[in-house]
Nanobody, 124 residues
Framework: VQLQASGGGLVQAGGSLRLSCAAS????????MSWFRQAPGKEREFVAA???????????DYADSVKGRFIISRDNSKNTVYLQLNSLKPEDTAVYYC???????????????WGQGTQVTVSS
């Protein structure tokens, strides 16, 4: 399985970006899909997840630092997960990684597959 993240860039504070993560090699409909980020000198941290549940229903979950500003979504027909980043702040600057997990705590880093990351830089 390969996860290809894209959509990062340089944006001013208050601006928006939309990240995409396209999966190939396997259909990830029954997987939890998540986004993490890692800022320079800091540990990788959980950002958002779209958690699989019975009947292919999905539940969003967000870190407190992004709740109300970021929106995670997925399009199973495209095997793709998105992260809409709104009201961006300089402290959102980081490399953003997408990841897929079969089951388990969405906030830990024990994921089955990881993407390569896309840089988001927010200027003040």
């Amino acid at each position: 399985v390969q996860l290809q993240a894209s959509g990062g860039g340089l944006v001013q504070a208050g601006g928006s970006l939309r990240l995409s993560c396209a999966a190939s090699g396997r259909t990830l409909t029954a997987y939890t899909m998540s986004w993490f980020r890692q800022a320079p000198g800091k540990e990788r941290e959980f950002v958002a997840a779209t958690t699989w549940s019975i009947g292919n229903t999905y539940y969003p979950d967000y870190a407190d630092s992004v709740k109300g500003r970021f929106i995670i979504s997925r399009d199973n027909s495209k095997n793709t997960v998105y992260l809409q980043l709104n009201s961006l702040k300089p402290e959102d600057t980081a490399v953003y990684y997408c990841a897929a997990k079969w089951r388990g705590d969405v906030r830990d880093k024990e994921y089955d597959f990881w993407g390569q990351g896309t840089q988001v830089t927010v200027s003040s």
